[in-house]
């Protein structure tokens, strides 16, 4: 049976119907030749036509709409939360996660979810689309690109008087910005006429600074704020702390009172996770780490004393010269100091001994630089003397790593945002060194020659390509290095933290037999109090006998010479009684007898010492 299905349509829906029928042909125009304009017909090969006004020109208008363009911001942030809760705070989120998981509503719903993800979660486990079977990657990357770094741009100091750029700061936001502060570091050799001006560069302009930032007294360090990007903390060579907005312009917006403020130059100077953005904390060499609020930055909201004898004396503390926060510990910070010491301290503990944990020293001179490894934050990297350290928490009385002594004093260091394995550091001679762990711990694996003068200060872009170096004479070096010292290698990470691991429990090896050494001193120490008197005595006896001894050998050597004058005026008796031949020879018999006598004696001692059969 064959299944046929009629499909139907009406002739109004095909549109309007086309009847075509035959007709005679008929003629719409006719041109006939003219003979005049065929004598005007020239051949074009080529011709030359000689003209006295310009071609002809055709103009054409077109009205059409204009387009604006215009810039706009979104203030952006993390929605879901309460508004007492701050998502930007750890604690306050652990906390209020705890608080819903154990809300019973919270528990039915994801409960209920969890039947309609069981199912899109079984599809995916089934087959990944995404899967990419004939990865490329596997294979082992040998990588033959040579390390280099090459300048971008550099700025100079547009005064006459040369100053030393002593501190960088990038922008936070877009890093398209520059702050640099300038100041004489040099005891009292400051010149009257010198600039206090500190200035912000944009980076594609390096003939003009953006903005100058105009404090009472010469900036030894600045700082942009993390969260509000308008604002700037800087930390005076006489001690002030002040605070910018570049909105407002040039002038300082917040001052501190000097009564109130540092008594030497503020090293360090750092911004603190908090919820108004508005609290950071410096540190100056006259031995105090005093916290500030910008709101109302007259005075310090809190002074801490680096003693490490944790009695609070300002006579015994140690200068601070370098500061080290890490938003992740948000109690924990460290401080460098004067005096090769770095202090680690926490800032919630009760008393001032508390707050003072503990200390690591090893360098001979003042540590200039301090940070915490980006992706290791038991690890840090301090900078002193010749030499750049690595140090572990977990081992607090030797570093762990270093590097070997160079010939140039170092002056800063800093580690790659990037890679767990690189840092950089930079040195008297004008040198930039880049250390890569992974490739090499004896050398650099690149150095660079930038400047003439000494290097003071450094500072790393967030992506890691970007380094700016600032120099004595206040010329600031902006360097971009190679992909392969900025993008992070195969197992990079796991290669540094078995490493970081395995010097970590080297030295704690090294730290208990050096601990196990000292214990059996001091047990020495104690057995030679408890036998003091007794060591006294055998004192006097050793030195009876050694006075015995000293006397017998001169008595002995007494009597050799008495011997000697004996037989001297025998020999004369002799020779004066019996002549000269004569009495000779009978000294030389007396001789004679006398030596068989004493070797008669000596045998006899010795038969008498041999056994008896």
């Not at 011709?47 to 204009?66: A, F, L, P, W, Y």
Request: charged residues 30%; contains cysteine; aromatic residues 8%.
């Amino acid at each position: 049976m064959e299944i046929v299905y009629v499909y139907l349509k009406k002739r109004s829906e095909f549109g309007k119907q086309c009847n075509f029928s035959d007709r005679q042909a008929e003629l719409s125009i006719d041109i006939p030749p003219n003979p005049q304009l065929m004598e005007q017909f020239v051949v074009r090969d080529p011709v030359d036509t000689g003209i006295q006004c310009s071609t002809d020109m055709s103009e054409h208008e077109v009205n059409t709409e204009r387009f604006e363009m215009e810039t706009r911001g979104i203030n952006h942030l993390e929605g879901g939360w309460p508004k007492d809760v701050n998502p930007l705070e750890l604690e306050q989120t652990i906390r209020f996660r705890k608080k819903v998981e154990k809300d019973e509503n919270y528990i039915n719903a994801i409960l209920q979810l969890g039947y309609v993800m069981e199912h899109c979660i079984k599809q995916n486990n089934a087959i990944d689309i995404y899967g990419e079977y004939f990865d490329e990657d596997d294979s082992v990357e040998v990588s033959d690109e040579v390390l280099s770094a090459k300048t971008i741009n550099v700025f100079r100091d547009p005064n006459e008087i040369k100053r030393t750029a002593t501190h960088l700061s990038w922008h936070p936001d877009a890093n398209r910005k520059l702050a640099v502060a300038y100041s004489c570091l040099d005891f009292q050799r400051a010149n009257v006429n010198m600039s206090l001006e500190s200035f912000i560069w944009d980076l594609e302009n390096p003939n003009k600074p953006e903005l100058s930032l105009k404090p009472a007294s010469p900036l030894v360090t600045l700082e942009y704020n993390p969260k509000d990007a308008h604002v700037l903390i800087g930390g005076c060579y006489n001690g002030q702390i002040a605070c910018w907005d570049t909105r407002k312009g040039s002038l300082v917006a917040e001052l501190s009172t000097i009564e109130f403020s540092h008594r030497d130059p503020v090293f360090g100077a750092l911004w603190l996770q908090s919820k108004t953005g508005t609290e950071c904390f410096s540190a100056s060499t006259d031995g105090q780490v005093m916290w500030w609020d910008i709101r109302k930055i007259s005075e310090p909201t809190e002074i801490l004393v680096m003693d490490v004898s944790r009695k609070g004396i300002l006579e015994n503390a140690l200068g601070a010269i370098t500061l080290e926060f890490e938003p992740t510990m948000p109690t924990k910070f460290m401080v460098g100091t004067e005096q090769g010491v770095v202090i680690s301290c926490n800032r919630k503990a009760k008393t001032i001994a508390e707050k003072i944990v503990c200390t690591f020293s090893g360098h001979h001179g003042p540590i200039y630089a301090l940070q915490r490894n980006p992706f290791y934050p038991k690890n840090f990297l301090t900078v002193g003397d010749w030499a750049v350290r690595i140090w572990s928490e977990e081992s607090r009385e030797s570093c762990i790593m270093w590097t070997k002594y160079h010939m140039a004093y170092i002056t800063d260091g800093a580690w790659s945002p990037q890679r767990p394995a690189v840092f950089f550091t930079t040195k008297m001679d004008g040198t930039v060194d880049i250390w890569d762990f992974v490739f090499k711990q004896s050398d650099p694996a690149l150095s660079l020659k930038v400047c003439d003068e000494a290097l003071f200060s450094l500072k790393v872009q967030d992506n890691g390509c970007f380094l700016a170096c600032g120099s004595q004479l206040g010329t600031t070096t902006l360097l971009e290095v190679s992909p392969g010292l900025c993008n992070l290698q195969r197992n990079e990470k796991n290669a540094m933290s078995s490493i970081f691991e395995r010097e970590t429990r080297r030295e704690k090896i090294l730290e208990a037999r050096h601990r196990e050494m000292r214990l059996k001193e001091k047990g020495r120490a104690e057995l030679r109090d408890e036998e003091g008197d007794e060591t006294k005595v055998s004192q006097e006896q050793l030195l009876a006998i050694a006075e015995e001894e000293f006397f017998d050998v001169i008595k002995t050597e007494m009597k050799r010479r008495e011997t000697g004058t004996k037989k001297a005026k025998r020999y004369d008796e002799l020779e004066t009684e019996e002549g000269g031949m004569e009495g000779e020879q009978h000294l030389e018999d007396e001789e004679y007898r006398q030596d068989d006598e004493e070797q008669e004696e000596e045998e006899e001692e010795e038969d008498e010492k041999m056994p008896k059969e």
